[in-house]
């Protein structure tokens, strides 16, 4: 036990030392840490950092502003850990921020990791705050503690759905997912809309999210003719499935979620990426209420968006607005409080309905169309 | 039958990439009785050093013929990976060449960890992208769409395939990696120059590795720092299926799995009408290793293995 706890320290001075605040602190100031869970390591790293980066220029701008609670000076730590997007791995870096003392988490960015988590944050009865877990799961347990500022998979599974067959005029589906809580959360609401509204799935075939070698499937797929294949899944395997299509003779439209929609998709299937549609949930980012402005400051520091680094920044305003009208950053009042969120974010208005859901849920479709995203419609 | 011909075609494509990864594990096995893990992240590293000349000479000179800046990035690549190999083998192996042999088995994973950390450090985290700058002629065969890259791979690998045995069977140094896989001891004693012999066997399995690496990042058209581990493992699984130590064995396991692989994926749903998927697709490799494990622990033609033990 003796060991563990020094284990616990050892870790925590690393975990400072990574968010560079190993730094002496002014004394007199009150630290808050917030936990900010994303993979780091892994093929979703990019996306990972982009999601703490989006937390961390929250934090920075709230401390050089200055916070008080309950009549003291409070200073933010972000606490950034790296869950590898793997679901056990999440429960072992959840139970670290509890242990570490932590009021709130940002995160997880993934749905299969924030879903094994939220127990732990409920049970410790702390508020996890998800930029990016859009699976319906995720807020469907009954705690109160989970909450996530991102429409959710059934809401953009089911624009995805009517569009395919709606605008595309897809009539043979074949889909694809990679079997985490997200693509096959995402990809069982895209069949459940496409077949009410008139589609037929041919194929149902699945990948992982380390996989880059789809020739298999996509021949099987190809036996079957379709004119539209849905991916659920992530770029990293997104881009290279764009290339086989092209290269295995496939005719059918590629359409994706927004584990598609950014810009490393477009630079990992190259041309081929040309014409691929897919969805993001909530506006795009140049018509987001505060999005050029975000962009600008977040680009001075971080370099380009991937995606959901909005996101990751509202949920931090979301949280600490709580602790403000809690004056308090105290688990228990703060959780009392996020009901109430109703903040101007960047990335839209930010409210929550009874089970934490976002209830502002626009989903945004982009195409590829020389070599970038270009919007084709907003569905509410 | 053209889906048939298409998923032969898609696995004798990866099998040739896995045979020539295979190659690298078999060789050492062969010598050394070492599983050498950090051969993945070998192959891995001459990716990146590959894709990373290719991207400056590509930008450089755009009006290079495509297949020269792949070549130029080779070119980098090979000797930058064997002196990578040279120095793995020195440093992290050879001061326990007299230790248990499951010593330098964990130092090998210590060294695949190490490199996949440096890569990301050196490389990023990011999905490295293949520029598109080598022709993307098809051609239609029985129904199979084939592409140039595709029968470029499989050329290439067969022809290394039998430099390699060419190598091995007809020259003094492949005499000498023989006679030091048949006991170490006899060929110093013979005047065989040891420590160069296993040097030269890493260095060339580097090379090899290199090559394959390359054509991974081609065909996928990316590059990652964790994109050695995976292939490590499938040809490994390759290796230990054709005969681990045997040449011949590393071609036949890598090609063998390569199209199990695709076969299997691309069937396993309607022979099992639904209940098993393509999901299934990584698990074939191992279920090949364990398999080959339990009934054949020597491989396919890996008898010499079963003699020495």
């Not at chain 1, 706890?5 to 001075?13: E, I, S």
């Not at chain 1, 977040?298 to 403000?324: N, R, S, T, W």
């Not at chain 2, 080779?74 to 064997?82: G, R």
């Not at chain 2, 006899?186 to 420590?195: C, K, S, T």
Request: hydrophobic share 50%; glycine share 12%.
């Amino acid at each position: 036990m003796q060991s563990n706890k020094k284990n616990y320290v050892v870790a925590g001075l690393l975990a400072l030392l990574a968010a560079g605040c190993g730094k002496q602190q002014e004394s007199g100031d009150q630290i808050v840490k917030i936990g900010s869970v994303a993979p780091l390591t892994g093929p979703q790293t990019h996306i990972g950092k982009d999601n703490e980066n989006g937390a961390r220029l929250a934090v920075d701008e709230i401390n050089a502003k200055g916070l008080q609670l309950g009549g003291k000076k409070v200073k933010l730590e972000l606490l950034g850990e790296d869950d590898q997007a793997e679901p056990k791995t999440a429960t072992i870096v959840a139970q670290k921020l509890v242990d570490a003392g932590v009021v709130a988490v940002i995160g997880h960015l993934n749905s299969g990791t924030s879903i094994p988590a939220s127990k732990i944050y409920h049970d410790a009865g702390i508020p996890q705050i998800s930029p990016s877990a859009t699976a319906v799961a995720y807020t469907a347990q009954g705690y109160n503690t989970a909450y996530r500022v991102m429409a959710n998979d059934a809401q953009q599974g089911k624009a995805l759905g009517q569009y395919a067959v709606g605008k595309m005029g897809a009539k043979k589906i074949a889909i694809v997912d990679d079997r985490t809580a997200y693509g096959q959360g995402l990809a069982d609401e895209f069949e459940k809309a496409a077949k009410a509204a008139g589609g037929a799935v041919v194929a149902r075939e699945f990948t992982n999210d380390k996989a880059t070698d789809f020739s298999a499937i996509l021949t099987s797929i190809k036996g079957k003719t379709p004119d539209l294949i849905f991916f659920g899944g992530m770029d990293p395997q997104g881009g290279p499935m764009a290339k086989q299509m092209k290269s295995l003779g496939l005719t059918a439209k590629l359409l994706g979620g927004d584990g598609l929609q950014n810009v490393n998709f477009v630079k990992l299937a190259g041309t081929d990426a040309e014409g691929v549609v897919a969805s993001s949930p909530g506006l795009p980012i140049d018509s987001m209420p505060g999005g050029p402005d975000f962009r600008k400051r977040f680009e001075a520091k971080y370099g380009v968006i991937q995606v959901y680094a909005p996101y990751a920044y509202d949920a931090v305003y979301a949280l600490v607005e709580a602790m403000k009208r809690a004056d308090s950053a105290e688990p228990a009042r703060v959780l009392a409080e996020l009901p109430k969120t109703d903040i101007q974010g960047v990335s839209g208005p930010v409210k929550f309905d009874a089970k934490g859901d976002t209830t502002g849920g626009a989903v945004t479709l982009y195409q590829v169309k020389g070599g970038a995203w270009q919007v084709l419609e907003t569905v509410k | 039958m053209d889906i048939f011909t298409q998923q032969l075609v898609n696995g004798l494509v990866l099998g040739s990439i896995y045979a020539l990864v295979a190659l690298g594990y078999t060789m050492v096995y062969g010598i050394l009785e070492l599983i050498n893990f950090a051969h993945g992240e070998v192959t891995m590293i001459g990716a990146m050093v590959a894709l990373s000349v290719i991207g400056v000479l590509a930008g450089v000179a755009p009006d290079l013929p495509g297949v020269l800046v792949v070549l130029g990035g080779i070119l980098v690549a090979i000797p930058a990976c064997m002196l990578l190999a040279f120095g793995i083998e020195k440093i992290a192996y050879r001061p326990l060449r007299k230790a248990p042999r499951l010593a330098p088995l964990i130092t090998a994973i210590g060294v695949s960890i190490i490199l996949q950390n440096l890569a990301m450090l050196i490389w990023g985290r990011q999905y490295v992208s293949f520029p598109e700058i080598l022709p993307t002629t098809k051609f239609e065969f029985l129904g199979a769409h084939i592409s140039l890259l595709q029968i470029a791979i499989v050329v290439l690998a067969l022809t290394i395939m039998a430099g390699l045995w060419l190598l091995v069977e007809k020259t003094r140094l492949g005499r000498a990696m023989r006679a030091t896989a048949q006991s170490r001891e006899v060929a110093e004693l013979m005047g065989v120059n040891v420590d160069r012999v296993i040097s030269a066997t890493f260095i060339i399995g580097a090379a090899i590795a290199v090559i394959a690496g390359v054509m991974v990042s081609a065909y996928y058209g990316l590059a990652h720092y964790y994109m050695g581990f995976m292939l490590g493992l499938k040809a490994f699984s390759a290796a230990v299926l054709g005969g681990i130590g045997n040449i011949a064995g590393a071609m036949l396991g890598g090609l063998l799995l390569g199209v199990i692989e695709a076969l299997g994926a691309g069937y396993i749903g309607d022979i099992t009408g639904g209940f098993l998927g393509s999901h299934y697709q990584d698990v074939f490799a191992f279920f090949v290793l364990i398999g080959v494990l339990v009934f054949r622990p020597s491989g396919l033609l890996g008898e010499r293995v079963a003699n020495r033990a």
